[in-house]
């Protein structure tokens, strides 16, 4: 379910992600940041790889919201949530990560980008919980 709005692309409350590209643009691995419009960035990192990045509002982002977002935008490397009210579900994180996909809050795609399987970072609430599970 959206936050400010039920349809595609679930957009910024705000109406702009001022917040995200502030941190992309000061990280030290980014090295260009460019907004392609309905929250869909292009993200080059300091290695020389380029990033789809797709930022939402989604209260509750789920596989279905995963493959809601493949269907509109063709495939993406990284999924962030923008709003600390928001978040992801375990499944869409195991999902999203065995597809090669990161989901991510902001800040865990701030530690991300340090890694190149980026899309395998978990925090360490979410090693534990992965571990539980099996998935690890």
């Not at 995200?20 to 020389?48: C, I, P």
């Not at 982002?61 to 493959?67: K, L, P, R, S, Y």
Request: hydrophobic share 35%.
């Amino acid at each position: 379910m959206a936050a400010r709005s039920e349809n595609f692309p679930w957009p910024s409350h705000y109406g702009h992600y001022k917040y995200f590209e502030s941190q992309m643009n000061k990280h030290g691995k980014v090295a260009s940041l460019t907004a392609q419009g309905d929250g869909l960035y292009e993200l080059t990192r300091e290695q020389g790889d380029t990033l789809r990045v797709f930022i939402c509002e989604c209260y509750a982002f789920g596989v279905a919201e995963h493959m809601e977002t493949v269907e509109n935008l063709g495939d993406v490397d990284v999924v962030i949530i923008n709003s600390a009210w928001c978040g992801y579900s375990p499944d869409a994180k195991l999902h999203c990560r065995e597809s090669n996909v990161g989901l991510f809050t902001i800040g865990e795609f701030m530690g991300a980008l340090h890694r190149d399987d980026y899309w395998r970072y978990l925090t360490d609430k979410e090693k534990e919980y992965f571990r539980k599970q099996g998935w690890l």
